[in-house]
Nanobody
Framework: QVQLVESGGGLVQPGGSLRLSCVASGSIVGIYNMPWYRQAQVPDRELVAGITSGGTTTYADSVKGRFTISRDYAKNTVYLQMNSLKPVDTAVYYC???????????????WGQGTQVTVSS
């Protein structure tokens, strides 16, 4: 069974920084895209940043220049470095992974449980 576990959330003042981590575990053959989403007081989750297996990154306009996504392929881990945080960044942050599991022919998408980020003075 594949699991994604996020960590690193918390309370931070405006202008501060946090680094989120997401570790994938289980019988993993390969990991494709590993994006970060967030969900505030809205029904839909917002795509924050993504990184492909080849290292290509994409960002939402609202976080460009402030957030950086990166991967450690050996550790099956994706990171989200968040700088210059604003109150509007307050949300539950989720990682998502397109993962090919042992015995499967196609990758499936998995979600972590989420980690709360609160930006407030």
């Amino acid at each position: 069974q594949v699991q994604l576990v996020e960590s690193g959330g918390g309370l931070v003042q405006p202008g501060g920084s946090l680094r989120l981590s997401c570790v994938a575990s289980g019988s993993i053959v390969g990991i494709y895209n590993m994006p970060w989403y967030r969900q505030a007081q809205v029904p839909d989750r917002e795509l924050v940043a993504g990184i492909t297996s080849g290292g290509t990154t994409t960002y939402a306009d609202s976080v460009k220049g402030r957030f950086t996504i990166s991967r450690d392929y050996a550790k099956n881990t994706v990171y989200l470095q968040m700088n210059s945080l604003k109150p509007v960044d307050t949300a539950v942050y989720y990682c998502n992974g397109g993962i090919l599991q042992t015995g499967e022919s196609r990758p499936k998408f998995y979600w972590g449980q989420g980690t709360q980020v609160t930006v407030s003075s």
